[in-house]
């Protein structure tokens, strides 16, 4: 089980890191939201693998699943997913106030023709 | 168990949902009570930062828990001497908001002013890397609004690299804090400081990995180059009162690298021996050198602004780097004055803006209220280029002092020089470009409608070069105390005990338990 939620996560990072070099505001938040997905996982497994076992104290059990991760887990999770609708939100102002959805700064020069030619 | 540790937290929390909630449409009641929250918030930081002047270091734990497994606020030398710096500082850049009208260009500046001014405090005072995280994501969010405030294409464009950046940034700072978790199984600061050491050298694979994601974070916090990219477009882009504060913004990760590598991954632990210096100390230097170069090449006022806050962050980084009691008390010592220098630079350009077309560092025609401004601009250019009499040389000699006697000395020195004369150029270009070319064009034939800034914009400017004076006046206390809290921080004993032995709800044996 360790080698496969390793490699969900190595697969899941190596694709948002792809995707977030993209430089285009839809590819680049996909990317993140993927990476936040492989860090979740990867926080949730900080703690061990455990399968079946309660994450609180209880009568006749000897194994116990870490709890504070998943606590962890619960905090990135929240701030991830607003973050997310955040940066969608002002992604999607500035693509819709200069028609132009690249992350990264264009040349001067075509920023004024564009804005010539609109 | 003092409770005043968690008002500076506390207080603005309570505060910006206020001004959301019953003050919506009264910016009026929303200043005064921003300005008077930001008023208490200086009063109580100062009580703080002299209750702990003696060396004691006061503990709170939340909800009575005991340190490992409860959150605690922790308040040193260090945390408190910050705290104070940035309600001060924020106090001028509330007038200046006040003041040229900034806070009415759009909705909810006040509020995201104080869960700025929370998540700051927060960072600063927290005992614990988790919260550290969960501050800093407070402020970035409060950023974020205040960022894009007042709207506009470049500004919103710059908001979403600097959203992105910082959200990537976030993202790591988890990996960090899961690999620590997963090789130590706690997060609290002053326990990780006491499990690090005990990790046999075979197995330091893990805690490795875990400090250099950790110094990676902390230094996109503090635009150390290569991780720079997203400082100057928000910076420049961003409101000037905004900018301003954010200047503190930077500090708050070199403060992060501060604390975390003096007391969790000390110098002369052989797990992260050769971070420092093999690392970031070239880095710090070499965004010293981008920094400086960038102020020359600029070709807009707020841009050359941002490149100075780059420069300045690598001088404070380069005095961090090389890690003795000295370097860091040099680096307290310019931290305070970078943060107030670049404050008022920002506010400056935003003076200069006012009346002119733009920030483009060409001749225009001059305009009202020109003499006052290039004034403040000529100090606060000495200020941030270090030239004598302000404190920014005052702080340069104190890094080139520290950098004596260590093996890179040739380097820092050589660096520290040539960047400074290079700004120095930088600055006496600007300026000129900006005032004294001026009287060299002609007035236009229709005059524009004069318009000046107000008289409580130049307040907030004069008082924080006026701080700076007092920062240059009282250097030696300033710089005894800096040494004092660095030989603090590199006993970090006290702290530790402190927060891992003192007990709480459920962990003391009772009697006969």
Redesign the interface.
Known sequence: MELIVASAIGILTAGGIYL?LRLR?FP??LG?SL??YA?NV??F????LTIGAPPVLRDDMTVYTDP??QA?VL??IV??F??TA??VM??L??FL??D?DH???QPEDEDEQTEGQS | MTHWIIAPIILPALLAPFIVLAARYHIGIQRVFSLAGVLALIVIAAGLAWQVSDGTVLLYQLSDWAAPFGIVLVGDRLSTLMVLLTVILALFVLLYAIGSGWDERGRHFHALFQFQLMGITGAFLTGDLFNLFVFFEVLLIASYGLMIHAGGNARLRAGVQYVLFNLIGSTLFLFALGSIYAETGTLNMADLARRVTLIGPEETVGIRVAAVLLLLVFAIKAAVVPLHFWLPSSYAEAPAPVAALFAIMTKVGAYAIIRVYTMIFPPDLEVTSGLHDFWLLPAALVSLAIGMVGVLAAKRLDRLVAFSIIGSMGMVMVSIALFTPAGIAAALYYIVHSTLAGAALFLISDLVRTGRANLDLTPQPPVMGTALTAGLFFAGAIAMAGLPPLSGFLGKLLVLDAAFGTDLVVWVWAVVLISSLISILGFARAGSLLFWKAHSIEMPAEPTEAVRPTALSYVAVGGLISLLTAHTVFAGQVHGYTTIMAAQLFAPDTYVSTVVDTPGKLSEPKEGY
């Open positions: 977030m505001t680049v938040i993140l990476l936040t860090v990867f926080l497994a900080s703690g061990r504070l991760p962890l905090t990135a701030i991830s607003g973050m955040v940066v002002i992604g102002g500035a106030g200069s132009d992350v990264d700064d």
